[in-house]
């Protein structure tokens, strides 16, 4: 049954009412064939840019939802429980437009940010590389500054929307003074000397591709540099503290998914004759899971209350991105358990929900990085 959610205004229901509507209608029917074939989902993120959801906390003066991040998170919630890889992408495009919406100039914002909240295009967060993930002040991926604007050449890994995203905020070392010695970039995805990797061969998510990118001498244009030079690592960390309340969100739908799925089944599944949720155990077990929801969702709704109120939130978004994904690992594993020998099986979904829950525990920070980031918060 729905989530009863405490949300701030009429306006707010009614996105919600919107969001399971288009979730229920252009995700559910789709999901099973692109998750099994590995297929990219074509014409789903239009639908959902037609419908608004690709824009929704980003100001309405370019096109954007504005909408408080309380609401934003709650509608993501709402597409992961349908669909994690949509509602991961869906994440990953507005941490992508994170950069220029709040650290570039008027004039940029005024150029390029609308084409980004349109909803027909879709963002890619370029970060990582092969021996930088965690530690991204050791990025080597290169910037050197030459006439009119830069030439780019590296690697970078990991990138959600890969090969698909039309643009990439991306960061680029533009000198050797260590993590004040890199800085930001939107660059175009058509690019000369951009290229991707063939797509990484993934335990879930797999509609959706997961890619490296290449840059062979590839020539960005001056005014493509967001903030300035060296201050990418304090851009790139600001929006992971936004980023990672979408993943948790993402990994509260899942786990809510996994919940709905499993509590329906043990209505049906009768053993020793009666229900399987009327037997102590089991009952338990479904009490425990759905004690895991509802406080994980608390997590990242203070989180996002919070950046809505600005306060700082760096250590709760942590704390949130920490709990609602262990969550999501336990909860999915538990709708294994409940399914019994067919929730192993491919007929039911609740073996993609355990897939797809480990990712959330990795990427926008590993939970042993929140961890520290926690850790470090209470030290002062």
């Known amino acids: 049954m729905p ?35 590995e297929t990219f989902p074509e014409g789903v993120f239009p639908a959902l840019g037609r419908a608004g959801l690709l824009s929704l906390p980003y100001p309405e003066e370019f096109g954007g939802g504005g909408q408080p991040y309380e609401v934003y998170l709650q509608v993501l919630e709402e597409l992961a429980a349908r669909w994690a890889a949509v509602a991961v992408a869906t994440s990953v495009h ?23 909240l349109s909803g027909t295009k879709i963002g890619a967060y370029s970060l990582s590389e092969p021996q930088a993930g965690s530690d991204a002040a050791a990025l080597i991926c290169k910037a050197t500054e030459t006439e009119g604007g830069y030439r780019i050449n590296g690697s970078k890994a990991w990138i959600t929307n890969g090969g698909r995203a039309d643009f990439y905020t991306l960061f680029a070392r533009t000198s050797d003074d ?16 951009l290229s991707f990797g063939k797509p990484e061969e993934k335990m879930g998510l797999r509609a ?21 030079p060296g201050q990418g690592l304090p851009i790139a960390f600001s929006a992971l503290d936004s980023g990672r309340l979408g993943i948790a969100a993402v990994a509260v739908g899942l786990a809510q998914g996994a919940l709905d799925d499993a509590v329906a089944y043990a209505k049906e599944r009768k053993a020793f004759g009666k229900r399987i949720i009327d037997h102590q155990g089991l009952g338990f077990l479904l009490a425990d899971m759905a004690a895991a929801v509802d406080s994980a969702r608390a997590t990242y709704l203070d989180a996002a209350r919070r950046r809505d109120a600005g306060l700082a939130y760096s250590r709760q978004a942590s704390v949130a991105k920490l709990v609602a994904t262990d969550a999501a690992m ?19 979904p609740v073996e993609r929900y355990m897939r797809e829950a480990k990712i959330t525990q990795i990427f926008e920070g590993t939970n042993q990085i929140q961890r520290l980031v926690i850790a470090r918060s209470l030290a002062g």
């Not at 993590?179 to 000397?193: H, K, N, P, Q």
């Not at 336990?330 to 039911?348: H, L, S």
């Open 178 to 193: 260590g993590s004040r010695g890199i800085s930001c970039f939107l660059v175009d995805g058509t690019t000369e000397g």
């Open 330 to 348: 336990k909860v999915t594993t538990d709708a294994v358990q409940v399914f019994g020998g067919y929730g192993y099986t491919q007929d039911f």
């Open 3 to 37: 989530v009863e959610r405490l949300l701030p205004s009429q306006e707010a229901h009614d996105l919600i009412d919107l969001t399971r509507d288009v979730a229920d209608k252009v995700l559910a029917p789709k999901v099973d064939e692109h998750e099994k074939t």
């Open 208 to 228: 959706v591709p997961t890619t490296s990118a290449h840059y062979d001498d590839a020539f960005v244009e001056q005014d493509r540099m967001i903030g300035a």
């Open 94 to 116: 507005s941490l992508s437009c994170y950069a220029l919406a709040t650290r570039g100039t008027a004039e940029q914002q005024a150029r390029w940010l609308p084409d980004m």
